[in-house]
């Protein structure tokens, strides 16, 4: 997996990664996937031992869906929100949306971090790298139904997705966001 493209999400806030595999930037597949119902069925099938979790209410594959659909729409929207807020010198800004991948971590450069959905209890993630205070570079997202990204290969993927941006942005010596597609 290499990374092939920027493409801005929000311009001077909000950037996202193409990998060879992909037609999309993640950030557009990811909502797409988030929105799409046989996506959705078909993820929820294949983890409903996760689904069933206590955590989870019992949830039945078909309501996790719609909420699914639902809290994507609103998490998508949020996001650009805040991050045009931030753009504005506003206090809201992705920085305070997003967190340190791991509790009580901060790096002073090139941090990982998660967002999490806007809803209570959400189980979608976005993660990208913070490279200043509104201005962050989405490597990708899951939907997490367990506590640690270390139990699913669909979670170790991403955190190794998070590395690879992470090595790309240190490794480039020029300004990476000056060529970025629209």
């Not at 983890?47 to 209410?57: K, T």
């Not at 800004?93 to 967190?99: A, E, R």
């Not at 971090?113 to 990208?128: M, P």
Request: some cysteine; proline content about 1%.
């Amino acid at each position: 997996m290499e990374i092939i493209d920027i493409f801005e999400i929000v311009d001077d806030a909000l950037y996202s990664v193409r990998y060879n595999h992909e037609f999309q930037n993640e950030f557009y597949r990811l909502f797409e996937n988030w929105t799409d119902a046989s996506y959705l069925y078909e993820f929820f099938e294949s983890h409903a031992d996760d689904l069933s979790d206590p955590f989870w209410g019992g949830i039945k594959i078909a309501e996790a869906v719609k909420k699914t659909r639902k809290q994507a729409l609103a998490f998508e929207e949020k996001l650009i929100e805040i991050a045009e807020l931030g753009k504005e010198g506003m206090d809201t800004n992705l920085s305070g949306f997003f967190q340190p991948l791991v509790k009580g971590k901060f790096d002073m450069m090139l941090e990982r971090d998660k967002a999490k959905g806007v809803h209570q209890k959400s189980w979608l993630r976005i993660y990208a790298i913070r490279i200043g205070l509104n201005l962050f570079l989405v490597s990708g997202g899951a939907i997490k139904l367990t506590k640690t990204m270390n139990e699913r290969q669909h979670l170790k993927d991403e955190l190794r997705k998070l590395e690879l941006t992470r090595n790309y942005i240190m490794s480039s010596g020029e300004d990476i966001f000056s060529y970025c597609k629209v």
